[in-house]
């Protein structure tokens, strides 16, 4: 069954080694930030700079792992529509509105979604890692290292499936901040499908 994500909110769940969830833009240019940790312990989570490292690239796609802190692999891209997605940046949050965006009182942003979402998992805003950053399109200056955001790639219907390498606790946003999804806030679909319900 599809579940929509309203716009600038999030949720959490689980998932089981072996399931996929697959996370669909229904109408097009709209991120979804995505975190996940070991539902054994807590204290293992997506690793950004491990997956980075272990894939010898920023940009991950079909067939590449997502990596926890402890180098063990938690997911894997089996399925991916748009091929740009961004592992860099942080989850937006209230400093972030503040400090980029000057906002005088803020959004909570995905941080704050994710923590509210994660709260029940006795996950504190602390454990909240760099996401990943489904659809969103971060272009790296490679001589300068100069990062900017532009609007997503993906259109309506797009999606991305990861497979769940272990049993997982997921947290996942339809992202909060403008200059992400090009000045338009959107939901965000997704799903849970048993290996036998993989297209």
């Known amino acids: ?33 995505l975190v996940a940790f070991s539902r054994d312990d807590l204290n293992e989570a997506i690793s950004s700079g491990r997956s980075i490292d272990y894939a010898s690239k920023i940009f991950l796609t079909t067939g590449d792992s997502i990596y926890s802190n402890r180098s063990r692999v938690m997911m894997t891209i089996v399925a991916d529509t748009v091929g740009r997605h961004d592992f860099l940046l942080t989850p937006c949050s209230a400093d972030t509105f503040r400090i980029i965006y000057g906002h005088d009182h803020p959004h909570r942003g995905c941080h704050g979604n994710l923590t509210a979402a994660l709260e029940p998992w006795g996950i504190g805003p602390d454990q ?43 947290g996942l946003t339809a992202c909060s901040a403008e200059q992400s999804n090009n000045h338009s806030f959107k ?12 297209p």
């Open 1 to 33: 069954m599809t579940q929509c994500i309203a716009p600038r909110s999030g949720v959490a769940f689980e998932l089981s080694q072996g399931q996929v969830l697959e996370v669909i833009d229904p109408q097009g240019e709209q991120v979804a930030d």
């Open 128 to 170: 909240i890692p760099v996401a990943f950053n489904v659809f969103m399109h971060v272009e790296v200056n490679g001589q300068t290292g100069e990062l900017r955001v532009l609007p997503p790639k993906s259109n309506a219907g797009d999606h991305a499936r990861f497979r769940a390498e272990m049993d997982l606790v997921i």
């Open 187 to 198: 939901p965000i679909h997704y799903r849970v499908l048993n290996a036998h319900e993989v």
